[in-house]
T-cell receptor
């Protein structure tokens, strides 16, 4: 079972470059999420998509954009990368919209370094 | 607002020792509570959950009880193994938006033989 697949696994960028992190899930989940994980800060929500065609800001959206391409795919874009965006990025999905009992399923992460 | 405060780590234990990782929360309403585990180089995996007061979540020998009166969800295991070495995250679901999770900072556990 693939679950949630993220690409790439590692990336190094220079300040000012742009890139898109890809995420796909094969569990037919409605909701998808992007988090960043920084040392000593746990995971913080960047953006989420409650359902296909909708996206909303999370706790730390500045400097990012997202696209819910279809039910399976949810991409995260950095238009002009900054060193403060060096982090590990996780994509997640969950089954039910607005049902807090449903757990989220996570990908293995993308480790992004910005020089 | 919603927040989770988690026991600072790292925690180092000998195999077969008893484990407690403390977690307390602040939330509006009645959140669901989760423990996630992250093994090296991997994403987070759900370890256990509890959805209402006094519920006990359990999995793989780990347990946690949803205590509304103390706003706590402490993780326990009676006898840890080397394979339990990982980072453990406490989280709550705020029942707003699309099932958004609020995470603690994580506790790194190392179990030595």
């Amino acid at each position: 079972n693939a679950g949630v697949t993220q690409t790439p696994k590692f990336q190094v960028l220079k300040t000012g470059q742009s890139m898109t992190l890809q995420c796909a899930q094969d569990m037919n989940h409605n909701s998808m999420y992007w988090y960043r994980q920084d040392p000593g800060m746990g995971l913080r929500l960047i953006y989420y998509s409650a359902s296909e065609g909708t996206t909303d800001k999370g706790e730390v959206p500045n400097g990012y954009n997202v696209s819910r391409l279809n039910k399976r795919e949810f991409s995260l874009r950095l238009e002009s990368a900054a060193p403060s965006q060096t982090s590990v990025y996780f994509c997640a999905s969950s089954e039910a919209v607005r049902n807090s009992n449903q757990p989220q399923h996570f990908g293995d992460g993308t480790r992004l370094s910005i020089l | 607002g919603n927040s989770v405060t988690q026991m600072e780590g790292p925690v180092t234990l000998s195999e077969e020792a008893f484990l407690t990782i403390n977690c307390t929360y602040t939330a509006t309403g009645y959140p669901s509570l989760f423990w996630y585990v992250q093994y090296p180089g991997e994403g987070l995996q759900l370890l256990l959950k509890a959805t209402k007061a006094d519920d006990k979540g359990s999995n793989k020998g780990f347990e946690a009880t949803y205590r509304k009166e103390t706003t706590s969800f402490h993780l326990e295991k009676g006898s840890v193994q080397v394979s339990d070495s990982a980072v453990y995250f406490c989280a709550l679901s705020g029942r707003t938006g699309a099932n958004n999770l609020f995470f603690g900072t994580g506790t790194r556990l190392t179990v030595i033989p």
